[in-house]
């Protein structure tokens, strides 16, 4: 592709110094496509000030620079430039372009650029995916006894241990929280089985896995009746957050709800359904995110004589056990999208929420501080036949933390 450029980078943490490349993708309107040559700072910085430098640089740049030459990619590698480099980076979005294989781009909203990166460990793009502090966890669809950890930018990864409890789920919810100082995380999964032979009841269990431990525990195990799990849910400061569904029983004026687990107390059985917190309206899907630690709802507002059809979208925050609306998206972003389904992709992290339609690769940005909407960079995909579906998720791109 014309414009194509290139990076390198290496994973810290693992013995083969294999190279990983990515491709980026520039912006349309770019004013120019010719490289500005770099100059040589060998003989006038010292080593502590260009690291200095290079470290407020967008992470993108920072592993270019890593090619400019020898000094420069030996202080991008370093492992005290990839901690002192780790100050805040504006999310990513990485959307998957293939409904039976695990390709598509990464976007940059600092550089407004999509970047070509193949993703380890996962197979298809419908495997469940969560990420927090620059670590992605996947998990297989079909089974859900497979799961990886694993930084996408460096391409370090490890397989975990697999998870207890019963296989073949119906329902299945992944979360996993990183501890930004010390970097150890934990991983929860709410599972969800139908009880034989009854419609009405599930049998609804949470299990937390310590990476300090590197041990899974079973929490909770629970019959929950005239609600079910789902594939929503969030940890925030110690804290489960997941979504539940009606399944029809006593007329519930909400198809949807929140329940809460604390990890530190470790609720005693039977109790789970005294946190549930209604939903602050009809909605046709719910997207739960962890944005500084506070819990943010996407959702799609569903019409008041028909629910399951949407009329908008709404960005609600969790403040004690009452949801407050912060922002609704615009008529004329809504209708951007084209026909728009009641069900769509939305996850963040930071200051940024993405939200995108299954039906195309269109990616609109919602900045919370400036409350200001905003179309990414034309994705480099286009549709190639009507039923080809687009999915993704959010992450933060990393250097200096890894499995």
Request: with cysteine.
């Amino acid at each position: 592709m014309e414009g194509e450029t290139s990076w390198i980078s290496h994973c810290i943490d693992s013995s083969a110094t294999d190279t990983v490349e990515f491709d980026s993708f520039p912006e349309h309107n770019d004013e120019s496509s010719e490289e500005v040559a770099a100059v040589s700072l060998d003989l006038m910085l010292p080593d502590d000030l260009l690291e200095r430098i290079l470290s407020y640089l967008p992470i993108a740049s920072i592993l270019r620079a890593g090619s400019v030459c020898k000094r420069w990619h030996e202080t991008v590698s370093s492992k005290r430039f990839l901690w002192n480099s780790s100050h805040a980076q504006k999310p990513w979005y990485f959307m998957f372009t293939s409904s039976d294989e695990p390709v598509g781009y990464a976007y940059d909203p600092i550089l407004r650029k999509w970047y070509g990166i193949d993703l380890p460990c996962i197979e298809t793009s419908n495997w469940f995916i969560a990420s927090s502090c620059g670590l992605v966890c996947f998990m297989n669809n079909d089974s859900r006894n497979e799961l990886y950890i694993c930084n996408p930018i460096t391409k370090c990864f490890k397989r975990l241990e697999e998870p207890p409890g019963p296989k073949f789920l119906d329902y299945t919810a992944l979360a996993i929280s990183v501890n930004r100082a010390s970097h150890n995380y934990n991983i929860s999964i709410v599972k969800s089985k139908q009880v034989p032979g009854n419609f009405f009841q599930w049998d609804l269990s949470i299990h937390l896995y310590d990476s300090e431990t590197m041990k899974w525990v079973t929490n909770i195990t629970e019959i929950v009746t005239g609600w079910r799990g789902g594939d929503e849910s969030v940890i925030c400061d110690g804290v489960l957050y997941f979504l539940i569904y009606s399944t029809g029983v006593g007329g519930p004026d909400s198809r949807h709800g929140l329940v809460t687990y604390n990890f530190k107390r470790r609720s005693p059985n039977g109790l789970l359904m005294r946190s549930f917190i209604p939903v602050p309206c009809s909605l046709t899907c719910g997207r739960l995110m962890n944005l500084k630690e506070k819990v943010v709802m996407v959702g799609g507002i569903g019409k008041q004589d028909r629910q399951d059809i949407i009329k908008g979208i709404g960005i609600w925050v969790l403040k004690e056990r009452e949801w407050q609306e912060i922002a609704r998206m615009p008529h004329k972003f809504f209708q951007g999208f084209g026909e728009f389904d009641d069900v769509f992709a939305s996850s963040g992290t930071d200051d940024l929420i993405y939200i995108q339609s299954y039906g195309a690769p269109a990616l609109l940005v919602f900045d919370l501080i400036l409350k200001q909407w905003k179309w990414s960079q034309k994705c480099p995909v286009t549709k190639r036949f009507p039923l080809q579906l687009f999915t993704g998720f959010c992450f933060e791109p990393r250097l200096e933390i890894a499995p």
